[in-house]
């Protein structure tokens, strides 16, 4: 009975190190993401002041200072614990780790080794950890980069910390996107043209699908492009443009009747002619990108005037 009662005891220990929850705070109870050089705070967790923040985007390729705390709650020396990074050495400092809580007791420590072990000890390691994120982490799409992992003594994963890693250029295009949301609320509120915010609101959607698909410059030229000093307000666009439409109509007509009653003038009226048209084609081509219809309909205008002068 004794022997079952020891056996019960020593399973009961063994199980201590696991029953702490992965990612709960209940290991690594808080730490901060420092950028190395800068020293710009980027991200701060504190699970006992129920602290969560971001503060700054982590960019692949950046040199990062990883202050953390390991809370243990209960002693099991016979439990080997073992801290491990990924990150690549740092071109600033000469180690990984710096230990901060000078009497916890580790286990043949290197502060140039990427792992770090210690006998399970009730009491709280403190530590900073200092590297460089791979600069291909995150090519193209938000990465959830792990900067340390806490294995217990069978190597199963007890805790770990990440962060959201992207690229300068990802960082860009959601700045972009931003910024054309809300200019896009802004045309909304004031009554733009319907059709003009639709197509507006089609090409943020496009951008952002480019964008998940990891064609990021791609979006980012698209959402470059949507640049408008001066957008139509509702039922004004025909006003604005047809104008221009008859202009060009009594132009065609002009130069038809010249053309009939003078044909020594002709050689002058083919080459302004010829310039109006090149100015439509232009014309036209911004207009296609707010109205189709009306687009279109120049597109006809321009279309006719090519074939009297023979283009």
Do not use: C
């Not at 090409?203 to 408008?228: C, F, K, T």
């Amino acid at each position: 009975m004794a022997i079952i009662f020891a056996l019960m005891l020593l399973i009961s220990f063994s199980q201590i190190y696991y029953i702490q929850a992965v990612g709960q705070g209940e290991w690594i109870s808080k730490y901060r993401i420092e950028n190395l050089g800068s020293g710009q705070l980027m991200k701060e967790v504190d699970f006992n002041a129920n602290i969560d923040r971001d503060l700054a985007p982590i960019f692949a390729g950046a040199e990062v200072n990883v202050t953390f705390s390991v809370d243990i709650e209960t002693t099991a020396s016979y439990a080997k614990l073992t801290l491990r990074t990924n990150l690549q050495h740092s071109s600033i400092q000469q180690g990984y780790w710096e230990l901060h809580s000078m009497d916890y007791p580790l286990l043949d420590y290197n502060p140039n080794s990427q792992i770090v072990e210690f006998n399970q000890v009730r009491g709280t390691l403190e530590l900073s950890l200092y590297g460089k994120i791979p600069s291909t982490t995150g090519s193209n799409v938000p990465v959830d980069y792990i900067f340390v992992t806490l294995y217990g003594p069978s190597g199963e994963t007890l805790d770990l910390i990440e962060g959201s890693v992207i690229t300068a250029a990802l960082d860009e295009f959601q700045t972009l996107l931003e910024q054309k949301e809300e200019k896009l609320q802004s045309m909304k509120d004031s009554g733009v043209d319907p059709g003009f915010t639709e197509l507006y609101e089609n090409m943020l959607e496009q951008a952002q699908w480019e964008a998940d698909q990891g064609q990021v410059e791609s979006a980012i030229r698209l959402l470059n492009s949507l640049e408008v000093s001066n957008e139509p307000v509702s039922g004004i666009m025909e006003a604005l443009f047809l104008p221009i439409v008859g202009i060009v109509g009594v132009l065609a007509a002009i130069f038809v009747f010249l053309y009939f009653r003078g044909r020594g003038q002709i050689q002058y009226m083919l080459a302004v002619v010829e310039d109006q048209i090149k100015d439509l084609e232009g014309l036209t081509l911004r207009v296609s990108k707010i109205d189709r219809s009306i687009g279109t309909r120049l597109e006809g205008i321009k279309d006719r005037l090519k074939s009297l002068v023979g283009m």
